[in-house]
């Protein structure tokens, strides 16, 4: 699995457009074949603060939701909504499992 964790600072003016932007994103993502999870959160801490958890079944999966139209469009969106730095991290993750609360 490829796992992916990014946090968006989004300038609070443009919060509630970026965020409806993002659950489209989110919902076009989770139909693609080969994601297996894709999660937009808002930040508890800091509204303006978006997180994303992205789960492929592989790198390839990937590579190929970053051609999409969405994906296109959304990284022609977001220069007009950020407002500080974006952090990303890949994760190449060989096995998981639930954890039993």
């Known amino acids: 699995m490829f796992v992916v964790h990014g946090t968006v600072p989004?300038?609070?003016?443009?919060?509630?457009e970026a965020r409806k932007f993002f659950a489209e994103l989110a919902e076009k993502s989770r139909a693609e074949d080969g994601i297996v999870d894709y999660r937009v959160a808002m930040?508890?801490?800091?509204?303006?603060?978006?997180?994303f958890t992205e789960?492929?079944?592989?790198?390839?999966?990937?590579?190929?939701?970053m051609q999409t139209e969405h994906v296109?469009?959304?990284e022609e969106?977001?220069?007009d909504w950020v407002a500080g730095e974006i952090d990303a991290t890949q994760f190449d993750v060989e096995s998981s499992?639930?954890?039993e609360f």
């Open 10 to 16: 989004i300038d609070p003016d443009s919060r509630e």
């Open 43 to 51: 930040d508890v801490d800091d509204p303006s603060v978006f997180r």
């Open 55 to 65: 789960q492929y079944e592989d790198e390839d999966a990937f590579e190929t939701h």
């Open 72 to 74: 296109q469009a959304f």
């Open 77 to 79: 969106r977001l220069a």
């Open 97 to 99: 499992s639930e954890l």
